[in-house]
DNA sequence: TCGATAGTTAAGCACATGCTTAACGAATCG
DNA sequence: CGATTCGTTAAGCATGTGCTTAACTATCGA
């Protein structure tokens, strides 16, 4: 599980939709720097650094052979940002039922 | 589902610590905005942005009733991040596999 | 009606973010 | 070797973000 902190950068990670592009990209599967920009409409620069915020935040690692670099996706953060989301969801829920069952019961009453 | 610029805002509201702990906290049921303020290390109208900023996301929405406003979590919205990572992550596992399955073959081919 | 409570608005400030261009490094190809 | 490709670093700049304090409004309760 990740703490708040990781957390924290995972999620601003995913909050620009350039760097969820690449991720979208990469969840294809492995790519190099030049394949992610190739869509994206900002210089290589950029792209770089977007890569780095997505390495940061432990979305994605890459490793560079001879002259080209290859980003490729790591499931374990991506699938624990989806668990925080998951779990709010499922407390969110929880308290729905407990709320429509009182209603209901208060509403039993009445009858 | 959302738009990619929704989903901008949403992680975006995500990434900062007090608003997760806003949205945990309204996970578990309405509050006040003093409520939620209370357990954070700033100062009310700082509660107020970030309330702002869960509202403008779509996580959240809120209501005033006499001088007190309640907010309550949207569970669609908290729903749609959630179904944007899980999308991505059943691809990268489609992809996973498929290269599994490569490997496999290969070492078959060897033996 | 007076004071406390709950929230709101506005201004300002420090720092972070997302780009750009320019210049450079290093592997590969002819 | 020389040119090209792929990536990288550095500097600079406009805008966004996350707070603060101060001042103010609106409601409630004694």
Redesign the interface.
């Known amino acids: 599980m990740l703490n708040?902190?990781r957390?924290?950068v995972a999620?601003?990670a995913?909050?620009?939709?350039a760097r969820?592009a690449m991720?979208?990209r990469?969840?294809?599967?492995p790519a190099s720097v030049s394949e992610l920009a190739r869509p994206l409409p900002m210089s290589l620069p950029a792209v770089m650094q977007h890569l780095k915020a997505l390495e940061d935040s432990g979305l994605v690692s890459t490793a560079k052979k001879g002259r080209v670099r290859t980003a490729q996706?790591e499931?374990d953060t991506?699938?624990a940002?989806?668990a925080?989301?998951?779990d709010?969801?499922t407390?969110?829920?929880a308290?729905?039922d407990r709320?429509e069952a009182f209603l209901e019961s208060y509403q039993d009453k009445g009858e």
Chains 1, 2 share one sequence.
Not at 14 to 17: G, K, R, T, V, Y
Request: avoid cysteine.
């Open positions: 708040e902190s957390l924290d999620f601003q995913l909050a620009d939709p969820r991720l979208a990469l969840a294809l599967g996706l499931g991506l699938g940002a989806e925080w989301l998951k709010r969801r407390e969110w829920e308290q729905a709320l």
